[in-house]
């Protein structure tokens, strides 16, 4: 039968006018019905494609995720086989939608095959660094940020060896500066903002500059410095028509009056933030923005407003994909902060413990990941040098028949040398044979015990290996137990924290807690011993201190030293003589401070002059010699005082050029020279002095150092 050819055109024609309409209508359903009465009706099997795809991106864009991802499922099924590229860049945008609608780990296994397509037929390589980058996100978003880290490098080597100088390329600087922020490590953060906003600058991309403009306002020291950088960025957003940073500006601008105590102010952005949050329904945004809200409502005592929005908020936590541990950790922290404002003590010591047991899925989710990534990137490397190597062979195969062939020609005449010196050689032979047999016994002797030794080096290798793993980890964890330092930020304005453990994990700690009239409570511990031992015995430490002072309310430095002398001798009844630790503990109330050490001392600084108060000359633990009550010291402050806690570990160093001790002497003259420089310089300046006194030694103890101003 013949068909008729002029069906097909006009048809082509209808699909056409039909796009035309969905990239320019603003009546998106009327754009997709249109769409699928286009799909309905061409027979051109190309069109039908693109205008499923098109259905797809418009439910995308309307944020119909759900329905969006069944027409890209669709779109997909439909592609020829042979279409690798429009395949793969589906593929790609189903991917993105995924993400959109926080199929976190779909979204990955969307992107990796996306980018095996675009690799099985050498597609322009900034597209695989795009997926890379977004595979790198995807674990940022479930703060697995070592596995983040492995595909955000991948992408910066790509886009480096080929030269690429994208949009993309610009916002991974935004990428790789959040993992450090993430981190802690402020200022390599800062160091790839400030990258991103002079790549934005130099390439026009005014996005990207107008991006790291934002993120820069971590690396400003003052909230009204940090405002005006946000309120900047947010006209800048503006302008670009960007609403959904537009509300994250509100946002940060919030965060930034929340500081500095402009509570109302802080509320009204807030408020702004979260319309739009709920207008976009990105739900861990969203989540965020009412946690904030929460903060705010429980700093003006209004805790019924703040326990609603707090509860909303771990709702929709729990159901996101997105940073979900990092969002239910930062909810239960406001929780404890809400139920210790409202003097439910026991309920907010539940709430901190949810805080610490989230930190710690934080950290185990990221490195089991990022094992697996690290496995799945080794498998393949070692696949491709498996290939090179069958590839090696087949040419040595080659090279070896042509050499074979010559052989052969030749093989007559060296028959004949053969015959001829073949006597000569025998009786030569036979004596370099019995020689030889002699030398593979001895031989055979040498390489099992090279091998015994190699076996034996390796096993102690792993072993090392497993223990430092164990210690890392364990690090880690004894760092999320002990009090952070932007815990310690919020109690006091001007301070430095000098932390520095011998093995990797420490005896020494420093402990801090604030009550709901202003008291604050700070202590720096010495347990017996460094390594494994001491760690355990600082967790220990700080678990009883929690114990005494949160929970039992007992706030006089000498009666909590003397509870927590009762608690561990009962802990460690088996081996009393032998454990415990050495203590210095202070309260700062109104314009007061009072103080009880167990064989540490503090110091005080007061207009140059060096105070020091020393602590009873008996440690934390069982006393063989006779125990007695510890001695409490009050001291009325002046303005521009400053106190010093510290452990035994940095007088006791060896170093020096006679490599001798650095002795408290000198310890306390270095404080009176630098107490006039603000104490972040300080804690510089005393980390330094450490590390140049130590020089090629080996460090002797556990070191912790705090400086507080009062």
Known sequence: MKTNSSIFPLKSSFVMVLCFLWNFNGNTQLNIDSLKIAFDYSEIASERVQTQILIAESYHKQREYEAALIEYRRAIDLIPNDNTFLKAETIYKYGNCLKSAEHIEEARKGFKTSIQLYTSISAN?????????????????????????????????????????????????????????????????????QKEIKYGKEHGFKDIEAEGQYLIGVCIETDSARLANDILCLQLYSELGNERLVGLMYQLISNSYYSMNELDSALHYQQLSLEIRREQNEISHLAGILSDLAKTYIAMGKLSEAKSHLKEAEEIALQTGIKKYVRLQEIYGIYYDLEVKASNYKEANRYLNLVYAYKDSVMNTEHKQAIAELAIKYDSDKQEAQLAILEQEKLMAKKEKILADEAASNQSFYNKIILSTGIA???????????????????????????????????????????????????????????????????????????QPR????????????????????????????????????????????????????????????????????????????????????????????????????????????????????????????????????????????????????????????????????????????????????????????????????????????????
């Open 125 to 193: 390589p900034e597209l695989i660094a795009r997926n890379n980058a977004l595979i790198g996100r995807c674990f940022y978003d479930e703060a697995n940020y070592d596995s983040a880290m492995v595909y955000y490098l991948e992408a910066e080597k790509i886009y480096e060896i080929n030269a690429i100088k994208n949009r993309d390329y610009g916002m991974l600087f935004h990428f790789i500066g959040s993992v450090f922020k993430r981190q802690g490590d402020f200022d390599k953060s800062c160091e790839y903002y």
């Open 425 to 499: 050689l025998l009786f030569a032979g036979i004596f370099i044979y019995l020689k030889y047999r002699e030398s593979q016994k001895q031989k055979i002797v040498i390489s099992a015990q090279k091998r015994e030794m190699q076996f034996q080096k390796e096993l102690v290798e792993e072993k090392n290996k497993d223990i430092t793993d164990s210690m890392v980890y364990a690090s880690s964890i004894q760092k999320a137990i002990i009090t952070s330092e932007e815990y310690l930020s919020k109690m006091f304005k001007d301070f430095f924290v000098f932390y």
């Open 503 to 710: 093995d990797i994990v420490s005896g020494d700690f420093y402990w801090a807690f604030e009550t709901t009239d202003g008291t604050r409570l700070v202590a720096v511990g010495d347990c017996t011993g460094h390594g494994v031992p001491g760690a355990m015995m600082s967790m220990l430490g700080n678990a009883f201190l929690n114990e005494i002072v949160i929970e039992g309310k007992n706030y006089e430095p000498n009666k909590i030293l003397d509870k927590l002398r009762d608690q561990v001798k009962r802990a460690l009844q088996n081996n009393a003589a032998k454990d415990g630790m050495d203590m210095s503990i202070l309260k700062i109330k109104d314009k007061t401070i009072t103080y009880a050490g167990a064989n540490l001392p503090l110091y005080l600084l007061r207009s140059g002059e060096l105070i020091e108060v020393k602590g009873d000359k008996q440690p934390i633990g069982s006393q063989p010699a006779g125990e007695k009550p510890f001695t409490q010291h009050t001291i009325d402050l002046i303005d521009g005082d400053s106190v010093y806690l510290f452990s035994d570990g940095y007088a006791d160093q060896f170093g020096g050029v006679k490599g001798k001790k650095y002795k408290y002497k000198t310890f306390r003259d270095k404080l009176s020279l630098i107490s006039s420089k603000p104490f972040k310089e300080q804690g510089q300046i005393i980390s330094a002095e450490f590390e140049q006194w130590k020089g090629d030694l080996e460090q002797l103890d556990d070191v912790c150092v705090l400086g507080l101003k009062l």
